[in-house]
């Protein structure tokens, strides 16, 4: 993954001031939140969240497809 150097901000002042956490985000996409210097929490927003979630149902989908073409005979089989 890659990070955006001025979307870093330590935890203390994260703590301090939500409110520059907040710009980063409407700024950058996202804030990624440092503890002990190392990359511990990301903050997003909600709606790129659901597009995250939806595309990994649709990877989903698309391996279901995949395995039942790849199986249809057996499956037939079986439904018999």
């Not at 330590?10 to 520059?20: D, L, P, R, V, Y």
């Not at 996202?30 to 503890?35: C, E, G, P």
């Not at 597009?51 to 199986?71: H, T």
């Amino acid at each position: 993954m890659t990070v955006n150097t001025n979307s870093l901000i330590s935890i203390t002042e994260a703590n301090q001031n939500f409110s520059k956490v907040a710009r980063l985000v409407d700024e950058n996409g996202s804030a990624v939140i440092l503890k002990n210097n190392v990359p511990r929490y990301i903050i997003m927003e909600f709606s790129e969240v659901e597009k995250l979630q939806n595309a990994s149902d649709e990877d989903v989908n698309d391996v279901s497809k995949r395995l039942i073409a790849q199986n249809l005979e057996a499956y037939k089989e079986l439904a018999k």
